[in-house]
């Protein structure tokens, strides 16, 4: 894989359905997330699944499709802040669906691909927007944080081009 992104935006909840506030820096924490975060004090809507779910991200490429209407599902551009998709980071030029299973570094901070994050109708009635259809199958990726630190927008994201050491997950052949 050889590609580079770059982090734009950094948001968090304090607790549930709890307006997403916009973030000039975080700290990324091994194992719990991002400080101050729902899913970091476990007060996320699904913090109690079982989930790998420290930090979301979503791609500024997702939400700029829907701006111009593709895929065309409703009839209209559906416009779309960074903070009403309700993911903790949104990045650009970072293909999240192929890193499901991979390593990748956030400035100083390394992530490991969870699982594909898909829209919920709780979200969609919590903003009132029809993004759901729209956004499936690219509605961001779920992470384990594995080294913390501090992250800032503007910080380059590439690739380690290494799998993730998710106990549960079979390493390929």
């Not at 729209?134 to 910080?155: A, F, M, Q, T, V």
Request: net charge negative.
């Amino acid at each position: 894989m050889s590609w580079q992104g770059e982090l734009l935006h950094i948001h968090i909840a304090p607790d549930a359905s709890y307006e997403m506030e916009e973030l000039s820096e975080a700290h990324l924490v091994e194992g719990k997330g991002i400080v101050g975060d729902r899913y970091y004090k476990g007060t996320g809507t699904y913090s109690p699944k079982p989930d790998v779910r420290e930090v979301t991200l979503i791609e500024m490429e997702a939400l700029t499709a829907l701006a111009y209407d593709d895929p065309p599902m409703h009839g209209a551009p559906i416009q779309m802040s960074p903070s009403d998709h309700r993911r903790n980071l949104t990045v650009r030029g970072v293909p999240l669906n192929h890193l499901v299973g991979w390593r990748f570094r956030i400035g100083e901070c390394i992530l490991s691909g969870g699982r594909l994050n898909f829209p919920c109708k709780y979200i969609e009635e919590l903003i009132g927007k029809p993004f759901f259809l729209p956004l499936y199958n690219r509605s961001g990726l779920n992470c384990r944080i594995e080294k913390g630190g501090i992250i800032r927008p503007g910080d380059v994201i590439e690739p380690l081009n290494e799998p993730t050491t998710f106990p549960h997950r079979q390493q390929p052949v």
